[in-house]
């Protein structure tokens, strides 16, 4: 198995400078890319499919080959497998008390 770190991700309750809205899922998000430290900031509205630990707790996301052998090791999958519009997928999971995001990319 093998992870390649993308970045952490922070619940915030105000919207901040530089965010966009993904309506498909009713969110504010930030680009990691546009930060020195790859912080997704992330400001979640009424009516998203993300599950309400996530609004709460930050998460950390990889990027990595096959989700299938995390997933079988993961404590609890929270959101997920979603195939995104780029072709990748994403998943989030709860692995030690930690929310991990795991995007494949083909």
């Known amino acids: 198995m093998s992870a390649k770190y993308l970045h952490i991700g922070i619940p ?6 530089g965010m966009t809205y993904v309506d498909a899922l009713k969110l504010w998000m930030s680009n990691p890319d546009d930060h020195d430290y790859k912080i997704e900031y992330l400001k979640f509205e009424e009516g998203t499919p993300f599950p309400e630990v ?28 979603v195939d995104n519009a780029d072709g990748s997928r994403m998943v989030f999971i709860v692995k030690d008390d930690t929310i991990i995001e795991l995007l494949e990319k083909k």
């Open 54 to 81: 996530m609004h709460k707790h930050s998460h950390i996301a990889y990027q990595v080959d096959d989700a299938r052998p995390y997933l079988d090791e993961a404590d609890q999958i929270i959101f997920g497998p």
């Open 12 to 17: 915030v309750t105000n919207k901040r400078p």
